[in-house]
Each structure stands twice: as structure tokens, then as C-alpha cells.
């Protein structure tokens, strides 16, 4: 069973803060993906990271994959409140099977 | 496009009985996969298909079964409801293993 753990499982800054979540694995996956999640919505695709060592920038957001395609961090620069959500990591596999993460409840307050 | 459809948007159900769950994917899309994400939790991968047949599954007992239409829709159906089936259900259509789009879900309540 490939299992995704993140963390911090609950994260509360105040704006303008930055901040780094972790999601770890003992697998290898073929890419990671990373979402946000409104409550009452479903996730919403942030970006996806294929290749080790691959970093990707959205606008405050980064994310780095791991050498080793076991691991990713997202990291948010000068935090908004509208970044408040829950972000959701997932790898997949050659066979397009999403496997997530249980999540870090990101709120920033004012 | 009005993306990802999902219905009903909320259920109440009572124990033992059966629940179906309607999946609308985004247009052009022929891959549907159905997520079930408890409350605290990331989704969980119930099964996927794709032309007409279930292509993966993940770790669900046979309670939980599907269906996709030739117009690509889909259902998902469960039987013997248990108050654990208490969730979000959350079903995702993609191109082929394309980017994966959501829909907002059904919230179960099984009573």
C-alpha cells in the first residue's frame, strides 16, 4: 500500500507569514500533484511535479519534488487570507491511480 | 462547460439500505474515478473507469460498485450502507491519465 503523509496536519499563521508543508512518502511515484480544497468543494489542482529535483513557482506558491520522487514541499511566501484552505497532496502512479495524503489545514488570519 | 456534475448534492440514508450517485465528467472527458474523503481525511481512491469498464480499484469492499454510460456519466452504487459510509464522495473525470478535474461532491449522511 503506497502511503502519502503530510504534515502539518494544521498550520494557523498570520498574514504576511510564510510557510512550508511536507508530504512524504516510502514510494516512488511517476509525478505528484498538489491541490487546495474549500470546504464544500471538491480539489482544485494546484500544479504538477514529474521530474526529481523539479521545482515550480505560482506566483507565492513553490514546489519542489524530491530527488528520489519520494517526496514534495510546497512553500507559500508572505501568506493571504485567501490562502486559507486545505491542501491535499497525491502521487501517481504509471497507471494514473491517485493515492492522497490526509492534508494540512492551512488558515491565515488578518 | 459546466465541468464536473455531481448529484444529489447532500443524502440522508438510514443503515442497510442503498445509495446511487451520479457523476456528470467534464466534457471531452472519458476517464471517471470515484474518491470517498471522510471527514479529517484525504480523499480515497474507490475505483475508475474507463470505456464502459472498471479499470482500477482501490481497497473498497464489493458494496461499493459502478457503472459508466456510453456518454461517459457515471454512477456509483452502494449497498448494505453502514454509518462509516457517512462521507464526501467525490468523483473526478479526466482525459486518458490527464489532469484529473473534481466535482463539488456528495455529502452522505447514513443514519
Known amino acids: 500500500t503506497q502511503l502519502l503523509e503530510q504534515s502539518p496536519q494544521f498550520l494557523s499563521i498570520q498574514e504576511g507569514e510564510n510557510l512550508t508543508v511536507y508530504c512524504n512518502s516510502s514510494?516512488?511515484?511517476?509525478?505528484l500533484q498538489w491541490y487546495r480544497q474549500e470546504p464544500g468543494e471538491g480539489p482544485v489542482l494546484l500544479v504538477t511535479?514529474?521530474?526529481?529535483?523539479e521545482v515550480k513557482k505560482l506566483k507565492r506558491l513553490t514546489f519542489q519534488f524530491g530527488d528520489a520522487r519520494k517526496d514534495s514541499s510546497l512553500h507559500i511566501t508572505a501568506a493571504q487570507p485567501g490562502d486559507t484552505g486545505l491542501y491535499l497532496c497525491?502521487?501517481?502512479?504509471?497507471?494514473?491511480?491517485?493515492?492522497f495524503g490526509d492534508g494540512t489545514t492551512l488558515t491565515v488570519k488578518p | 462547460d459546466a465541468g464536473v456534475t455531481q448529484s444529489p448534492t447532500h443524502l440522508i440514508k438510514t443503515r442497510g439500505q442503498q445509495v446511487t450517485l451520479r457523476c456528470s465528467p467534464k466534457s471531452g472527458h472519458d476517464t471517471v474515478s470515484w474518491y470517498q474523503q471522510a471527514l479529517g481525511q484525504g480523499p480515497q481512491f474507490i475505483f475508475q473507469?474507463?470505456?464502459?469498464?472498471?479499470?482500477q480499484r482501490g481497497n473498497f469492499p464489493d458494496r461499493f460498485s459502478g457503472h459508466q454510460f456510453p456518454n461517459y456519466s457515471s454512477e456509483l452504487n452502494v449497498n448494505a450502507l453502514l454509518l462509516g459510509d457517512s462521507a464526501l464522495y467525490l468523483c473526478?473525470?479526466?482525459?486518458?491519465?490527464?489532469?484529473?478535474?473534481f466535482g463539488q461532491g456528495t455529502r452522505l449522511t447514513v443514519v
Open positions: 511535479v514529474v521530474t526529481g529535483g
Open positions: 497525491a502521487g501517481v502512479t504509471n497507471a494514473g491511480k491517485s493515492t
Open positions: 473507469y474507463y470505456e464502459e469498464e472498471e479499470r
Open positions: 473526478a473525470s479526466s482525459l486518458a491519465t490527464g489532469e484529473a478535474f
Open positions: 514510494s516512488v511515484f511517476s509525478s
